[in-house]
């Protein structure tokens, strides 16, 4: 097991540029979950897979936005024309489907910064 | 919908001393509840969970929290904080699979 990871770990790039993260989940976590996390506040909800379908997205996710699990194991999160407003940092978190905690395991992260 | 409000968005304390983080929660069902602890420039790590199983749930690094319907609460302690404690400490509610809210989180300090 070795835990969810996230690439790039860090990510600077110039307002209206498109960017691209990717998440590799826990490899028997049929759920992934995506958020995102700003300055002094506690992760906000973004988008949540179940195997390749995205069941859910919140109405943070505008449609600059879009995300992505093709095979049900990573995902990508794209942001296009990025904003100064999108400046964060973005965490991804996968569960197993077995079991009825729910508990969540997250990654590193990726902290976007756009100038 | 639930909800969570953490009290206090920084607590500083002397090594030693006791740590008391609170957490009330809103919730219209039963819900699973979650103290997640957060270093600097690193992702969420679990400290424990509560699923309806024992009230006081012991965690990692010493760590344990009790749930109390009466008062929606589910406060985190730790009896004497090292100097490693000192992050950002995040409590989360869900009800179901896809729908964990956090609270904006609480920085702890500790002080030799």
């Known amino acids: 097991d070795t835990g969810v990871s996230q690439d790039p770990r860090h990510k600077i790039t110039k307002r209206g540029q498109n960017v691209t993260f990717r998440c590799d989940p826990i490899?028997?976590?049929?759920?992934l979950y995506w958020y995102r996390q700003t300055l002094g506040q506690g992760p906000e909800f973004l988008t949540y897979?179940?195997?390749?379908?995205?069941?859910?997205k919140s109405r943070l996710l505008s449609d600059r936005f879009s995300a992505e699990r093709p095979k049900g194991s990573f995902s990508t999160l794209e942001i296009q024309r990025t904003e100064q407003g999108d400046s964060a940092m973005y965490l991804c978190?996968?569960?197993?489907?077995?079991?009825?905690?729910?508990?969540?395991?997250f990654g590193p992260g990726t902290r976007l910064t756009v100038t | 919908a639930q909800s969570v409000t953490q009290l206090g968005s920084h607590v500083s304390v002397s090594e030693g001393a006791l740590v008391l983080l609170r957490c009330n929660y809103s919730?219209?069902?039963?819900?699973?509840l979650f103290w997640y602890v957060q270093y600097p420039n690193q992702g969420l790590q679990l400290l424990l969970k509560?699923?309806?199983?024992?009230?006081l749930v012991k965690g990692i690094n010493g760590f344990e929290a009790e749930f109390k319907k009466s008062e929606t609460s589910f406060h985190l302690t730790k009896p004497s904080a090292h100097m490693s404690d000192a992050a950002e400490y995040f409590c989360?509610?869900?009800?179901?699979?896809?729908?964990?809210?956090f609270g904006a989180g609480t920085r702890l300090t500790v002080k030799p």
């Open positions: 978190a996968s569960s197993p489907t077995s079991g009825a905690s729910y508990e969540q395991y």
């Open positions: 490899s028997e976590h049929n759920r």
């Open positions: 897979f179940q195997n390749e379908a995205q069941l859910e």
């Open positions: 919730s219209s069902v039963p819900p699973y």
């Open positions: 509560y699923t309806s199983a024992a009230t």
């Open positions: 989360a509610v869900s009800k179901g699979s896809n729908d964990m809210r």
